[in-house]
Each structure stands twice: as C-alpha cells, then as structure tokens.
C-alpha cells in the first residue's frame, strides 16, 4: 500500500512543477522585458544604416571604437556610450570625432559630425603615400610614419589603419609604442600628418622651384619628378 501511495503522488507532484515554472516564463514575458530591447535594437540597427547612405557623398566613415560607461545614480545604474569615428574623402582628407549619447547610434551621429568639422587636409605623394617620414606623440603614445614604395601595402593596426584608409593612402609603414588605447593612438596620428609637407609649399615658402629642391638631394630626374608634383 505505501508504494501505491508512493506511484500515486509522484506524478501530481511532477505534474505541479512544470506548471510553475510555466508560470515563470509566462510572468518573465510578460513584463516584456525581452520584447522592448528586441523592438529597441531593430530601431538602433536602422539608425546605424545612416552612415552609409551618406556615402554617397565620397566621405569614408569607419568606427574606431566604443565604450560603454555607467553611471551610479540612487535608482541604480545610468548606462551611456562613447563612440569614436574617424571620417575621410580618400583623396587626402580625415578627421576624427568622440560623441556621447545614451544610445549606441546617437552616440555614433554625434561623432561623425565632430569628424566632418575636424578633418584636415594631408599632402599626398602621386595620391597612394606620404611625402616623408614623420612622427607624433599624444599622452603616453608615440607613433612613426614612414613613406612606402608601391604595393607595400597599409601596415598599420586598428585605430591607425582605420586613419590611413580613409585619408586615402595605400602604402605606408607605421609603428605604435607606449599605448594601446585608440583615443591617444588616433591623436598620435593626426599630429604626426599635421606635419606632412609637400616639395610644392616647400618651394613656395623658401621662394625656390621645386626642381632646385629635388635636385639637391641627388635626384636625376629633378625637373621630371617637379613636373609630376606641380601637376
């Protein structure tokens, strides 16, 4: 008779669990706290198309890096994110912007336009590398540019190949030293382009041609290579 009793039991007993935690997952939907991130996500994937329509334009926009912080406040935590975003023409034109906003695609809109009033102009060499060497420093980052011949390739990491893409160089040599973080990194970077020159302003500025220039550094072939950049 007790194992009857016992056979008899156990299902009911089985039976009462799976209804409450039915019960669970009915209570846990809802509150619909899966359904309103879901709808919230698909408005934030169609706000981070906008970037790309505005290619159209000729601007290259590449997102560097976001953060996300938080904020401690009496109800509980204040989510927020920082998106760097550097912004290029390819054709020896960039910039870079840092926004902030509560929301990843807002975040990203507000630092493509800091970019876009930021962006500096950077001479090029026949359109594809730097005129020469150079180096910048920014807080505990120092980094080195160095002019490559054709086919090289960028060889450059994160932040820094994100800055070459978009201004429009295809082959450079760059080294980083003393920082991983993308905001010294970047800011590195620029200083170092801020000092680009070209053979041409050079001439301009000391009141000589450009092939005085290029011939005093034992080029052959000065006038042609002056013809080149003149044009």
Not at 180 to 187: D, F, G, H, Q, T
Not at 208 to 220: E, V
Request: aromatic fraction near 4%.
């Amino acid at each position: 008779m007790m194992a009857e009793h016992t056979e008899s039991t156990a299902p009911v007993t089985d039976g009462a669990a799976p209804e409450a935690a039915e019960g669970q997952r009915r209570g846990r939907g809802g509150r619909g706290g899966g359904d309103n991130r879901g709808s919230g996500g698909g408005r934030g994937r169609g706000n981070d198309r906008r970037p790309a329509q505005e290619e159209d334009d000729g601007t290259i926009e590449k997102l560097v890096h976001i953060n996300r912080v938080s904020k401690t406040v009496k109800g509980g935590k204040r989510f927020g994110f920082a998106a760097l975003v550097v912004v290029g023409d390819g054709q020896g034109r960039v910039g870079f912007g840092h926004g902030k906003a509560r929301e990843v695609p807002e975040a990203i809109n507000k630092a493509t336009a800091a970019a876009k009033k930021s962006m500096i102009r950077v001479a090029l060499k026949d359109g594809r590398t730097l005129h020469h060497d150079g180096k910048g420093h920014f807080g505990a980052g120092k980094v080195t540019l160095r002019s490559a011949p054709a086919g090289t390739g960028i060889i450059a990491g994160g932040p820094m190949r994100a800055v070459f893409e978009s201004l429009g160089v295809a082959d450079v040599v760059t080294k980083s030293v003393g920082t991983s973080n993308p905001y010294n990194m970047i800011r590195a970077t620029f200083a170092a382009l801020s000092e680009q020159t070209s053979p041409k302003s050079v001439a301009q500025r000391r009141g000589k041609k450009i092939a005085d220039l290029l011939g005093r550094g034992g080029s052959k072939t000065a006038e042609a290579d002056a013809e080149a950049i003149a044009e």
